[in-house]
């Protein structure tokens, strides 16, 4: 059987986007800057999109940028409220210790041009606390970047309560919302954030395209200067397959959300429930405050890295960490913001699902999982100290 549990690294592209991505890339192959009909027309798409894309937010069609991706999105939305700020005189940023690495690598870039960065920590839940949050905002705070859903653990932040502060304190505020758009209701009139960042790929649209909200009268500037494509805020030709794709793919999630929600909870909640029968394991993040689809476990004395290659090798796609620190042997920082000491961090499985997922396969991984956790723990010398009670449980 083959199993793709890894729905917060990727998704397949839905068969809606497919046929857009060929559909326009083979009837408006113009430039949507030409003045001819042929470029008018890709114009008239294009646009088209964007008020649509607009639409399915809660927001102006001119509030939205198409760009690379999650990545670019939040990199532009940080450094531009940073920008505006340094004008002013304005240098600290918050943000938390269980961000993506889009936002914390641009906030290091940041720190080391004179800003100061605070990383809030999170509770053992995953969940940043808002009193920390209220400690840190004062008059030299230019921005407040708070992701909407985390990527690793699935958490839900309190991002409209976030919102609501910055309002009030009037600091801008960015969300990283690529884990939400199209998995759970997104709305930037309700949020009240300045920037939201989506990507395609996360919800069954093309690799290498997203958007970028940006409320009218927050500050953005390019990252990459060119033509003035995107209002001049974003130069290059626009990749109009991708961008059509994103739409169709983005229509399609954002209108099945409830069902998809209903459907996925429960397989949600029967692995949860079966993966909590293995001992000495335990859910990382909360258990209600958490995308629908996501199901993320720390294991004792294990390798996450070793159960990953066990279970490819069933045919189960799964992830431990993000996809992004594998390759590397330190542990997710988001499972060390929660608590997790090095070792337990280290034994740590992602399964995220989509609308795809059967019971069926539910059952097949409830099957795999726990088979491969004894075998790998009856090779362990971290386990057989546990066993023999030179080591303390920690799980
Ligand atoms: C995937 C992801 C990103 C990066 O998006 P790309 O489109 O792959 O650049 C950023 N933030 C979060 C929370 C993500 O899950």
Redesign the pocket.
């Known amino acids: 059987m083959k199993v793709y549990a890894d729905n917060?690294?990727?998704t397949r592209m839905r068969a809606c986007a497919l046929g857009a991505y060929v559909d326009t890339a083979e009837k408006f192959y113009g430039n949507p800057s030409s003045l001819y009909t042929v470029g008018q027309e890709a114009r008239s798409l294009l646009e088209a999109c964007r008020a649509e894309i607009a639409a399915l937010l809660g927001a102006q069609p001119k509030e939205i940028y198409f760009t690379?991706?999650?990545?670019?999105?939040?990199n532009q939305a940080i450094l531009s409220a940073a920008h505006l700020g340094k004008i002013k005189g304005k240098t600290k940023i918050v943000s938390t210790a269980i961000?993506?690495?889009?936002?914390l690598h641009t906030l290091n870039k940041l720190k080391r041009e004179g800003f100061e960065v605070v990383l809030l920590p999170v509770g053992t839940d995953g969940i940043v606390r808002l009193s920390d949050l209220e400690k840190e905002l004062d008059g030299n705070t230019c921005l407040v970047s708070v992701?909407?859903?985390?990527?690793e653990i699935g958490t839900l932040q309190p991002v409209e309560e976030i919102g609501k502060l910055c309002r009030e304190k009037k600091i801008f505020f960015h969300t990283?919302?690529?884990?939400a758009v199209g998995h759970t209701a997104v709305d930037v009139r309700e949020i009240g954030c300045d920037y939201l960042?989506l990507?395609?790929?996360?919800f069954g649209g093309p690799?290498?395209?997203?958007a970028l909200y940006v409320r009218q009268g927050a500050p953005l500037y390019p990252l990459i200067e060119g033509g003035a494509q995107e209002r001049g805020k974003r130069a290059g030709t626009e990749d109009l397959p991708a961008i059509k794709a994103m739409t169709a793919a983005m229509k399609e999630a954002v209108e099945t959300v409830p069902e998809t929600e209903k459907k996925i909870k429960i397989l949600r909640d029967k692995l949860i429930a079966g993966l909590e029968k293995i001992p000495h394991s335990a859910l990382n993040g909360d258990r209600e405050k958490r995308l629908a689809g996501n199901v993320n476990f720390c294991f004792e004395g294990i390798e996450g890295e070793s159960l990953l290659l066990l279970l490819d090798d069933m045919g189960i796609s799964a992830s431990s960490g993000?996809?992004?620190t594998s390759g590397s042997l330190d542990p997710s920082h988001v499972l060390l913001a929660i608590g997790r000491v090095h070792d337990v961090a280290h034994g740590s499985l992602r399964l995220t699902l989509s609308a795809e997922n059967t019971e069926e396969e539910i059952n097949y991984i409830l099957e795999k999982v726990p088979e491969v956790v004894t075998y790998l723990r009856n090779m362990s010398p971290v386990w057989r100290d546990l066993q023999e009670g030179k080591r303390q449980y920690i799980l």
Request: glycine share 12%; net charge negative; charged share 15%.
């Open positions: 917060a690294a990727t690379s991706g999650g990545s670019e999105s939040d961000e993506h690495h889009a936002v992701m909407f859903a985390n990527n990283d919302a690529v884990q960042a990507s395609a790929h996360k690799k290498g395209v997203g993000s996809a992004c």
